[in-house]
């Protein structure tokens, strides 16, 4: 086991987004979910700064100007990126966004698609605020699992590509910390110049 004090400390925003979850109607999965993930997936010292709010297109955008002010390298959502007249996610995301990354969105709808048609009707967005990369990801856990770290064939080897292994490199690419991650759950992509020696 690695020293985690030889990697970069990071602070990442992790932000629910549902009506019901944040009225206390029902428990609220994607928070849990986001950061089991992410603590498995990377090796660097996390700090978490969750958010758990509803539907309300002006709130996620303020909850997410809040969360790169704070010093989010990263900060990933959930909920509200379907049809429905309540999802308004993406629109809250590209409302405070710098620069669009659309290779993200269309790279889990790619995934999903492997699992059910309805994959198109997601609206998923990623998007540059500053420093920091902002992800749309899906509402239930199991496909934030499988849109951030993909498929693996039955003898493990990657079938499709999880948005995941692209993260670490794009946040090098716009000055952020220099991201870890353990292999066994997504192994990061970096041209070879990109890579640095372990310290």
């Given at each position: 086991?690695?020293?985690?004090?030889?990697?970069?400390?990071?602070?990442?925003?992790?932000?629910?987004?549902?009506?019901?979850?944040?009225?206390?109607?029902?428990?609220?999965?994607?928070?849990?979910?986001?950061?089991d993930w992410l603590q498995r997936a990377l090796r660097?010292?996390?700090?978490?700064?969750?958010?758990?709010?509803?539907?309300?297109?002006?709130?996620?955008?303020?909850?997410?100007?809040?969360?790169?002010?704070?010093?989010?390298?990263?900060?990933?959502?959930?909920?509200?990126?379907?049809?429905?007249?309540?999802?308004v996610t993406p629109e809250a995301t590209l409302a405070?966004?710098?620069?669009?990354?659309?290779?993200?969105?269309?790279?889990?709808?790619?995934?999903?698609?492997?699992?059910?048609?309805?994959?198109?009707?997601?609206?998923?967005?990623?998007?540059?605020r500053h420093q920091s990369l902002i992800i749309n990801?899906?509402?239930?856990?199991?496909?934030?699992?499988?849109?951030?770290?993909?498929?693996?064939?039955?003898?493990?080897?990657?079938?499709?590509?999880?948005?995941?292994?692209?993260?670490?490199?794009?946040?090098?690419?716009?000055?952020?910390?220099?991201?870890?991650?353990?292999?066994?759950?997504?192994?990061?992509?970096?041209?070879?110049?990109?890579?640095?020696?372990?310290?």
């Open positions: 086991m690695s020293d985690p004090s030889t990697f970069d400390p990071v602070r990442i925003g992790i932000v629910s987004i549902s009506d019901r979850a944040s009225s206390g109607v029902y428990e609220d999965k994607g928070l849990p979910a986001l950061q660097n010292p996390i700090t978490f700064a969750s958010r758990l709010i509803p539907d309300e297109k002006e709130g996620i955008s303020a909850a997410l100007v809040e969360l790169v002010d704070a010093g989010c390298s990263l900060v990933l959502t959930t909920g509200g990126t379907g049809p429905a007249l309540r999802d405070v966004a710098h620069k669009e990354m659309p290779g993200f969105g269309e790279q889990m709808r790619q995934i999903s698609l492997r699992f059910v048609p309805t994959a198109i009707l997601s609206r998923q967005v990623a998007v540059i990801l899906p509402g239930q856990p199991k496909s934030i699992a499988e849109t951030l770290e993909g498929l693996r064939n039955p003898d493990g080897t990657q079938a499709v590509p999880g948005i995941f292994a692209a993260v670490p490199y794009c946040i090098d690419l716009i000055g952020g910390p220099y991201l870890e991650t353990d292999d066994s759950v997504c192994k990061a992509f970096r041209p070879k110049s990109a890579i640095r020696a372990p310290k």
